[in-house]
C-alpha cells in the first residue's frame, strides 16, 4: 500500500471515529458539548509518520502525484459545493432569523463542516483512484 | 469506433531478464512497485519519460515495450 494511500485510509478512520463519537455524546452532553469529539482530529497531526520511508524505497512518482491532483480537484468541488452551498447558506439563513445575531457556537460548526467535507471527499477520492488508476 | 490503448511486453520482458521482479524493475525506473503492476496491468500509461526508462531497464527501443494500438 502507498503511503498516500495510508494517510488516506488514517484519515477517514479518524474522520469516521470522530463523527461516531460525536453521535455517541451528543444524548449525554447536547450539540454542543459533543463537539469535543472533533478534537479527534488533532491525531491528523501524525501522518508525517507515514512519509518516513526505508533505505531506497521510493516514495512517491509521477502516478502518485497524477492521483493526488485528481483527488484535490474533486476535494475541492466538494467542500465548495458544500461548504456555500450548504454551510454558508445555513449561516445567512441564521442571521436572516436573528438580523445581525449569529451564535458563537455555529462559527466553529462552519469550520469543522468544511474541514470534514476536505478530509473524507479528498481521502475517499483517493483510496478509489489508487483502486482504478 | 475502438478506443486506442497502449499494450506493454513488461511481463514478457521481465521473465526474459533473469525473472526480474516488480520491485527491482520499480527501482531501475524509479518508481513504486504499485506504478510497475499498474502500468503491466494496463490500467496506468506512462509518461514519455517513464516508458523510456523501463524501455531502458530492460535495454530495448521503446518500440519494444510499448506498443499503441
Same mark, same amino acid.
Given at each position: 500500500?502507498?503511503?498516500?494511500?495510508?494517510?488516506?485510509?488514517? /484519515?477517514?478512520?479518524?474522520?469516521?471515529?470522530?463523527?461516531?463519537?460525536?453521535?455517541?455524546?451528543?444524548?449525554?452532553?447536547?450539540?454542543?458539548?459533543?463537539? #469535543? #469529539?472533533?478534537?479527534?482530529?488533532?491525531?491528523?497531526?501524525?501522518?508525517?509518520?507515514?512519509?518516513?520511508?526505508?533505505?531506497?524505497?521510493?516514495?512517491?512518482?509521477?502516478?502518485? /502525484?497524477?492521483?493526488?491532483?485528481?483527488?484535490?480537484?474533486?476535494?475541492?468541488? $466538494?467542500?465548495?459545493?458544500?461548504?456555500?452551498?450548504?454551510?454558508?447558506?445555513?449561516?445567512?439563513?441564521?442571521?436572516?432569523? /436573528?438580523?445581525?445575531?449569529?451564535?458563537?457556537? $455555529?462559527?466553529?460548526?462552519? $469550520?469543522?463542516?468544511?474541514?470534514?467535507?476536505?478530509?473524507?471527499?479528498?481521502? #475517499?477520492?483517493?483510496?478509489?483512484?489508487?483502486?482504478?488508476? | 469506433?475502438?478506443?486506442?490503448?497502449?499494450?506493454?511486453?513488461?511481463?514478457?520482458?521481465?521473465?526474459?531478464?533473469?525473472?526480474?521482479?516488480?520491485?527491482?524493475?520499480?527501482?531501475?525506473?524509479?518508481?513504486?512497485?504499485?506504478?510497475?503492476?499498474?502500468?503491466?496491468?494496463?490500467?496506468?500509461?506512462?509518461?514519455?519519460?517513464?516508458?523510456?526508462?523501463?524501455?531502458?531497464?530492460?535495454?530495448?527501443?521503446?518500440?519494444?515495450?510499448?506498443?499503441?494500438?
Amino acid at each position: 500500500m502507498a503511503a498516500h494511500q495510508k494517510i488516506a485510509l488514517f /484519515n477517514l478512520i479518524v474522520a469516521m471515529a470522530a463523527l461516531v463519537l460525536f453521535l455517541a455524546l451528543t444524548p449525554l452532553f447536547g450539540f454542543s458539548g459533543a463537539q #469535543a #469529539a472533533f478534537a479527534l482530529f488533532a491525531l491528523i497531526g501524525f501522518t508525517p509518520l507515514f512519509y518516513r520511508r526505508r533505505k531506497g524505497q521510493i516514495f512517491s512518482d509521477e502516478r502518485d /502525484n497524477q492521483i493526488r491532483l485528481a483527488a484535490t480537484t474533486l476535494s475541492f468541488a $466538494v467542500v465548495w459545493l458544500i461548504f456555500v452551498g450548504g454551510v454558508m447558506g445555513a449561516y445567512y439563513y441564521l442571521q436572516h432569523l /436573528n438580523p445581525g445575531i449569529v451564535g458563537l457556537e $455555529v462559527l466553529p460548526d462552519l $469550520v469543522w463542516f468544511g474541514f470534514g467535507a476536505h478530509l473524507v471527499s479528498h481521502s #475517499a477520492a483517493i483510496l478509489t483512484l489508487y483502486r482504478r488508476l | 469506433m475502438k478506443t486506442p490503448s497502449l499494450r506493454n511486453q513488461i511481463r514478457r520482458l521481465r521473465f526474459e531478464h533473469n525473472e526480474m521482479t516488480q520491485q527491482m524493475l520499480a527501482e531501475r525506473a524509479g518508481v513504486t512497485r504499485q506504478t510497475i503492476i499498474a502500468i503491466e496491468s494496463g490500467k496506468y500509461a506512462p509518461s514519455l519519460l517513464l516508458a523510456f526508462h523501463i524501455a531502458e531497464a530492460f535495454n530495448k527501443p521503446i518500440e519494444q515495450v510499448f506498443q499503441y494500438e
